[in-house]
Nanobody
């Protein structure tokens, strides 16, 4: 089992920035040795959970949803078993619960079905 714990969500004004963190623990062997990928999703009230960004742990290749491209950046810290999501130029429509997820695959998926482990989520609220 892999445990994922997100942090960093809070209330911020439009145009501001936040950095979310996702710490992985447990059987993280696969993340490094098998080249799993980790992603960020978000879910706003009344909406489906949507893909935000993903990163392949071994090569560090990154992928983004069109809605966040140029504003958000995903990165990883191998030593700390942590994935980050730097969010800049935040908009009210970015308001959602943000979830970290791990996929036991080298292929990056942009759908929830491709991910096997999930964190509990962290709330991001952007005020106008």
């Amino acid at each position: 089992q892999v445990q994922l714990v997100e942090s960093g969500g809070e209330l911020v004004q439009a145009g501001g920035s936040l950095r979310l963190s996702c710490a992985a623990s447990g059987r993280t062997f696969g993340i490094y040795a098998l080249g799993w990928s980790l992603g960020w999703f978000r879910q706003a009230p009344g909406k489906e959970r949507e893909f935000v960004a993903a990163i392949t742990w071994s090569a560090g290749n990154t992928y983004y949803a069109d809605s966040v491209k140029g504003r958000f950046a995903i990165s990883r810290d191998n030593a700390k078993n942590t994935v980050f999501l730097q969010m800049n130029s935040l908009k009210p429509e970015d308001t959602a619960v943000y979830y970290c997820a791990a996929s036991m695959s080298r292929v990056v998926f942009t759908t929830t079905s491709g991910y096997h482990y999930w964190g509990q989520g962290t709330q991001v609220t952007v005020s106008s």
